[in-house]
C-alpha cells in the first residue's frame, strides 16, 4: 500500500505495530517530559497520550507500574496528581538518552575493559544485578565470571558499581593482546560475545518503516504540530527499542556495512524535521494544566548532534 500523507503513515504505523502503553509512558518521559522538568500532571499526560490510543484506565495502569519499579513518584495536590522521574531513576534516564541522541563515534584503541569475580566474592543476587545491569550497558559475558566490552565508560561503570553495592568487590581492569605471543585476534572476542543479527534486523526494520515517511517530508508533505508530536514519539519509541539492545561496539569492530549508521541518521533527519512543531504542541499542552511549565532545556536542543 502506497501511502502519500503523514495522517495516513501514522494510521497505518499504529495499525501494524502498535507500541505497548508502558513502554510508551517510558518513551514519552524521556523524550518529552525530562526536558520539560522531569513532572507532568495526570491530565496532560492523558492528553499527550490519547493520539495513541492509550486511554485513561491503560495510562494510570502503566504510571503506577512505573512508580512501583522506581522509575517515576507520584505526587498528589489536592485532587490533581502529578508524577515525576525519580531521583534515583534519573541517571539511567539521562544515559539511555546519551545512547539514543549522540553520534556512534566510539573508536578501538585495541583493548578491552574485563569485570572478574573471584570465586565467593558476591552473592548469586549480586551476581544476578550485575548480570543484568552489565547487559543492558552492552557488555558480554566472554567466559565464566567475566564480563567484557571493547568501549568502557569509566564513568558509567563506576556509577553502576556504586548503584548495585558492588564497587571494591570485583577486579576491573583493562587487557590488550602481549605483543610476541601467537594468539587470536582480540577483535575475535565480538564475534563470540555477541550475536548482532537481532540488532542488525532491528535496524534495518526501522529503516524500512521510517525512510519513505522522511521521503514524504522532504518533499514537503504538511504536518500539524499534533502529528509532529506523533511522529517524533513514534520515532524515538522505535528506534530505542533496537538501539538499547544494541551493544555499542566501537566503529571498527562493527559489521561493514553497519545498519545502525543509517539508522541513527535517519531518526536524526525526522527528528530535525518534527522537533519544532512538535515541541508547540507539548508546551501548549502542558500549560494547560501548568501556566508555568517550562520549555524544553537547553541540553534538548543538542540532541542529534544539535537542532
Not at 23 to 28: D, G, K, R
Not at 70 to 89: E, H, K, Q, T
Not at 275 to 297: F, K, M, N, S, W
Request: glycine letters at 8%.
Amino acid at each position: 500500500m502506497k501511502l502519500t500523507t503523514s495522517t495516513e503513515w501514522i494510521a497505518n504505523f499504529l495499525t501494524r505495530d502498535p507500541p505497548r502503553s508502558k513502554s510508551l509512558v517510558m518513551t514519552i518521559f524521556g523524550d518529552t517530559i525530562a526536558p520539560h522538568g522531569g513532572t507532568v500532571w495526570l491530565g496532560s499526560l492523558i492528553e499527550l497520550l490519547a493520539p495513541f490510543g492509550v486511554n485513561d484506565r491503560l495510562l494510570r495502569t502503566s504510571v503506577f507500574r512505573l512508580a512501583q519499579e522506581g522509575w517515576l513518584v507520584a505526587n498528589r495536590d489536592g485532587r490533581r496528581s502529578s508524577y515525576a522521574i525519580l531521583p534515583g531513576a534519573q541517571t539511567r534516564f539521562e544515559r539511555a538518552n546519551r545512547r539514543i541522541y549522540a553520534p556512534l563515534t566510539a573508536h578501538w584503541d585495541g583493548s578491552w575493559t574485563l569485570l572478574l569475580s573471584a570465586s565467593g566474592s558476591i552473592d548469586a543476587p549480586e551476581r544476578a544485578a550485575l548480570r543484568k545491569e552489565l547487559l543492558w550497558e552492552g557488555y558480554a559475558m566472554i567466559a565464566p565470571g567475566i564480563f567484557g566490552h571493547p568501549a568502557s565508560n569509566t564513568e558509567v561503570l563506576e556509577e553502576l558499581l556504586a548503584r548495585t553495592g558492588l564497587q571494591g568487590k570485583l577486579f576491573v581492569c583493562s587487557a590488550s593482546a602481549l605483543p610476541g605471543v601467537s594468539s587470536r585476534p582480540l577483535q575475535d572476542l565480538v564475534v563470540d560475545g555477541w550475536d548482532l543479527s537481532g540488532v542488525v534486523n532491528g535496524y534495518i526494520d526501522f529503516i524500512d518503516a521510517f525512510a519513505p515517511l522522511l521521503s514524504m517530508l522532504d518533499k514537503g508533505a504538511p504536518l500539524d504540530e499534533q502529528e509532529a508530536f506523533v511522529i517524533r514519539t513514534l520515532l524515538i519509541h522505535a528506534y530505542r527499542r533496537v538501539q538499547l539492545h544494541d551493544p555499542m561496539l566501537p566503529i571498527e569492530l562493527l559489521p561493514n556495512p553497519w545498519p545502525g549508521a543509517g539508522a541513527y541518521e535517519l531518526a536524526r533527519s525526522l527528528y530535525r524535521h518534527t522537533h519544532a512543531g512538535a515541541e508547540r504542541y507539548i508546551v501548549a499542552t502542558l500549560r494547560r494544566e501548568d501556566e508555568q511549565a517550562p520549555a524544553a532545556d537547553a541540553a534538548f536542543f543538542k540532541r542529534f548532534g544539535g537542532l
